[in-house]
């Protein structure tokens, strides 16, 4: 059982940065593939970011790959998302999710057995 914690969230001003991190336990981090999810006030959740378990191959949602940057330190057990040039549109609760997957990148919410419980990222205009 994978457990992830989220943390770097909080209240930003428009155009300003967060770096958010999410630190796995209970498994073999290096054999995950990660994600970062998003959750805005009654919306669905969407993915944002995933990353391969061994980091080189990266898939971003359109709406963000200019801004954001995911990475991971499988020594550290750890994903980051780098977010610059934060919009009042990136508002919401941000998810870390963790799969094995033998092939290919999920971007679909469902195909993620792993969550950590979300930092909040508020971004005011």
């Known amino acids: 059982q994978v457990q992830l914690v989220e943390s770097g969230g909080g209240l930003v001003q428009a155009g300003g940065s967060l770096r958010l991190s999410c630190v796995a336990s209970g498994g073999t981090f290096s054999r995950y593939d990660m994600a970062w999810f998003r959750q805005a006030p009654g919306k669905e959740r969407d993915f944002v970011v995933a990353i391969n378990s061994y980091g080189g191959n990266t898939r971003y949602a359109d709406s963000v790959k200019d801004r954001f940057t995911i990475s991971r330190d499988n020594a550290k057990s750890t994903v980051h998302l780098q977010i610059n040039s934060l919009k009042p549109e990136d508002t919401a609760v941000y998810y870390c999710?963790?799969?094995?997957?033998?092939?290919?990148?999920?971007?679909?919410?469902?195909?993620?057995?792993?969550w950590g419980q979300g930092t909040q990222v508020t971004v005011s205009s």
């Open positions: 999710a963790a799969v094995r997957r033998p092939f290919g990148i999920a971007t679909l919410a469902s195909d993620y057995d792993y």
